[in-house]
């Protein structure tokens, strides 16, 4: 049974000295980029959660829908359900949006599947799933994506792959592991922390190599 009530994200921004502050910030920038260049009208949020992203379509929003298996902590969800049977009619959406979800469904290509029907022709999906992460809300963690696996899901579904990009590169996962692998004892103190990710981000746009990635986010069109 999946708890109530989960404390979910509810704001994008984080704090520099966060022990997921590399993960997190190459997926906002891979997705402020994507719902600006990609998004418009009505927006379906599938695993909406606490809507932490929902500011970022402001510039673009006539209505924003959220769905999620359970209610969130801070009461967001519009529509309680699973992402694989969204009781929403077809073609009622211009963007279809979903992030960090795709993973934790077990059927993950009737989710894939249910966003094609939900949007509108010439509509948009985005969605993104990590390539790399720990195991996170046991046991409804089931799946890690390539690009290629993405690709393969949103054509099975009908959609014609816009683009998918990697969220940071291999420098990027290196400072990521490290500081999620560190015991407990040696955890760093927030100054370390920050010069750490700082550090790793720095690494990464120098030497970016992308073979190793922690997430992509990808865009299909109907």
Partial sequence: ??????????????????????????????????????????????????KPYKDIFAHTIEAYIGCDIIQSS???VDV????????????????????QTIEHVGDFQDMVNEAYRLCKPSGH???SGPMYWPLHEEPYDFHRFTKHGFAHSLQKAGFTVVEINPNGGKWALMGQVIIQTLPTWLTFPKILKWLHNKL????DKKYFDPINTMNYVAIGKK
Avoid: Q
């Avoid at 920038?29 to 909406?48: M, Q, T, V």
């Avoid at 309680?80 to 992030?99: G, M, R, Y």
């Avoid at 790793?200 to 690494?203: G, S, V, Y």
């Fill in 200 to 203: 790793f981000i720095w690494l």
């Fill in 1 to 50: 049974m999946r708890e109530v009530n989960l404390n979910r994200l509810s704001s994008y921004k984080m704090k520099t000295y966060a022990i997921n502050y590399l993960e997190h910030t190459f997926i906002v920038d891979g997705l402020i980029k994507a719902i600006e260049k990609f998004a418009n009208g009505k927006i379906l949020d599938i695993g909406c959660g606490n």
């Fill in 80 to 99: 309680l359900c699973e992402a694989t049977k969204i009781p929403l009619p077809d073609n009622s959406f211009e963007t279809v949006f979903s992030t």
């Fill in 74 to 76: 801070n009461n967001c």
């Fill in 125 to 127: 999906f985005i969605v």
